[in-house]
């Protein structure tokens, strides 16, 4: 049966012409390729497949042929032979729904037509160019200028009957936050959020559909990290879909805090352990253990540094910064007088 270019533009058999410009200008500013930056090729596809419909049905004589006979006839311009004249008579709009009936009277013209496509763009440029269609059948006063070059933009930039608007808008962005443990920007994480937006499809309905996204956390990203997906976000009638942007937060930790890519934490040691040492256990965020010996005399306000031990640095895998331990010396509450003489012996040398 080939192609059903009513079908394609979604009217029925009897459409008239503004009925097909109305039809064909809603498909053309859906399926348009700018529109569709993310399925460019099947855009590309369907709007073709858009055009070729309008081309057949809004030409008197393409049309009375495809109605007569179908598109592979119409394309390859093989008709049948004429009917009989008993069969004649029957008028080309008799027959306009239904598809391969031969008992039409077909145009003595169409012994010498031949099937010559208009092109998608000139189409295109005719219905939303200046004028809008002033020029029917012709070429667009503006040839060469196409959806390739942003003629999806009129020049005039008033909408209305026959003119598409200026620029298709788009949503402002939607930022959402994001917030996560210094575990989950340590080890790296998948986070699956799910979310509600409107959409709108090529009627103008509105509708609200349900989404789960999935967001992987590379291990050493910072707050304020964003992450994009385009055109996420919610959608009106003729308006491009906003991107959904969430921004990476984070949580505050019990024990550690983050420094750029440093680990910072505090450690309160004896006076007795700052003289005399002490080893310091640690539980890394991806549960390690650490042990820190301190040999040396510490004193108040002292940062043991470890190598190595920080946040991973997410655009040099494999390093990461340092581990920074701030060490506080708690001092006995009170010494007896026999403490102050033993320890005026040993620290006094006296």
Same mark, same amino acid.
Request: proline share 8%.
């Given at each position: 049966?080939?192609?059903?270019?009513?079908?394609?533009?979604?009217?029925?058999?009897?459409?008239?012409? +503004?009925?097909?410009?109305?039809?064909?200008?809603?498909?053309?500013?859906?399926?348009?390729?700018?529109?569709?930056?993310?399925? &460019?090729?099947?855009?590309?596809?369907?709007?073709?497949?858009?055009?070729?419909?309008? +081309?057949?049905?809004?030409?008197?004589?393409?049309?009375?042929?495809?109605?007569?006979?179908?598109?592979?006839?119409?394309?390859?311009?093989?008709?049948?032979?004429?009917?009989?004249?008993?069969?004649?008579?029957?008028?080309?709009? $008799?027959?306009?729904?239904?598809?391969?009936?031969h008992?039409?009277?077909p145009?003595?013209?169409?012994?010498?037509?031949?099937?010559?496509?208009?092109?998608?763009?000139?189409?295109?440029?005719?219905?939303?160019? +200046?004028?809008?269609?002033s020029?029917?059948?012709?070429?667009?006063?503006?040839?060469?200028?196409?959806?390739?070059?942003?003629?999806?933009?009129?020049?005039?930039g008033?909408?209305?009957? %026959?003119?598409?608007?200026?620029?298709?808008?788009?949503?402002p962005?939607?930022?959402?936050?994001?917030?996560?443990?210094?575990?989950?920007?340590? &080890? %790296?994480? &998948?986070?699956?959020?799910?979310?509600?937006?409107?959409v709108?499809?090529?009627?103008?309905?509105?509708?609200?559909?349900?989404?789960?996204?999935?967001?992987?956390?590379?291990?050493?990203?910072?707050?304020?990290?964003?992450?994009?997906?385009?055109?996420?976000?919610?959608?009106?009638?003729?308006?491009?879909?906003?991107?959904?942007?969430?921004?990476?937060?984070?949580?505050? $930790?019990?024990?550690?805090?983050?420094?750029?890519?440093?680990?910072?934490?505090?450690?309160?040691?004896?006076?007795?352990?700052?003289?005399?040492?002490?080893?310091?256990?640690?539980?890394?965020?991806?549960?390690?253990?650490?042990?820190?010996?301190?040999?040396?005399?510490?004193?108040?306000?002292?940062?043991?540094?470890?190598?190595?031990?920080?946040?991973p640095?997410?655009?040099?895998?494999?390093?990461?910064?340092?581990?920074?331990?701030?060490?506080?010396?708690?001092?006995?509450?009170?010494?007896?007088?026999?403490?102050?003489?033993?320890?005026?012996?040993?620290?006094?040398?006296?």
């Amino acid at each position: 049966m080939g192609v059903d270019y009513y079908n394609i533009l979604k009217v029925n058999r009897n459409a008239s012409e +503004d009925d097909l410009r109305k039809s064909y200008r809603r498909l053309a500013m859906t399926w348009h390729p700018d529109k569709n930056p993310n399925n &460019k090729r099947e855009a590309e596809a369907k709007f073709k497949q858009i055009s070729e419909a309008y +081309d057949v049905l809004s030409d008197p004589q393409k049309r009375q042929i495809y109605d007569l006979y179908g598109e592979e006839v119409l394309k390859s311009g093989q008709f049948p032979p004429p009917p009989s004249a008993s069969h004649g008579g029957a008028s080309a709009s $008799h027959h306009r729904n239904r598809h391969h009936h031969h008992n039409g009277n077909p145009n003595p013209n169409f012994s010498s037509f031949r099937f010559n496509p208009r092109d998608a763009e000139d189409i295109y440029a005719e219905l939303f160019g +200046d004028g809008g269609g002033s020029n029917p059948g012709g070429r667009a006063p503006s040839r060469g200028r196409s959806y390739r070059d942003g003629y999806f933009r009129t020049s005039n930039g008033v909408g209305g009957e %026959g003119v598409a608007p200026q620029v298709q808008k788009k949503g402002p962005p939607v930022e959402n936050n994001l917030p996560c443990s210094l575990e989950d920007l340590y &080890k %790296g994480a &998948k986070k699956k959020m799910k979310i509600s937006r409107t959409v709108a499809d090529d009627t103008g309905r509105v509708r609200t559909v349900e989404e789960i996204l999935t967001i992987d956390i590379k291990p050493g990203w910072k707050k304020g990290t964003k992450i994009t997906f385009p055109e996420k976000g919610n959608q009106g009638p003729g308006v491009i879909p906003s991107d959904l942007i969430f921004v990476v937060d984070e949580k505050p $930790h019990p024990l550690y805090k983050r420094d750029g890519n440093d680990l910072v934490i505090d450690q309160d040691i004896t006076l007795l352990e700052a003289l005399t040492g002490k080893n310091i256990e640690l539980t890394s965020l991806d549960g390690r253990s650490i042990t820190i010996p301190l040999n040396d005399i510490v004193k108040p306000g002292d940062e043991v540094i470890v190598p190595n031990q920080g946040m991973p640095i997410s655009k040099e895998p494999n390093k990461k910064g340092n581990l920074r331990v701030k060490i506080n010396v708690k001092y006995p509450p009170r010494l007896t007088e026999e403490q102050k003489a033993d320890l005026r012996r040993v620290l006094g040398g006296s």
